[in-house]
């Protein structure tokens, strides 16, 4: 079979260590990190899309809201 090192990955899957991927804190299969992994622009790391903030003005995603306006509507 090879010289496989496999790794449990913190999204539930087992993988082989040269197909993981650093998600924050985090390891993430391939499967994973193609699905539901985005680069935020503002610290170039991968975050989970539904921790991360998609900027419209921008088309991109942050770690924070950057589109949050300090408006009083």
Do not use: K, Q
Request: proline share 1%; net charge negative; charged share 45%.
């Amino acid at each position: 079979m090879g010289d496989m090192d496999i790794t449990y990955c913190d999204c539930g899957h087992y993988e082989d260590s040269n197909n993981t991927h650093d998600v924050r804190r985090d390891t993430w299969c391939d499967s994973c990190f193609d699905d539901d992994a985005v680069l935020c622009e503002d610290n170039d790391e991968y975050y989970p899309r539904d921790d991360a903030y998609y900027s419209e003005r921008d088309d991109c995603y942050y770690s924070y809201d950057r589109d949050d306006d300090d408006d009083d509507d």
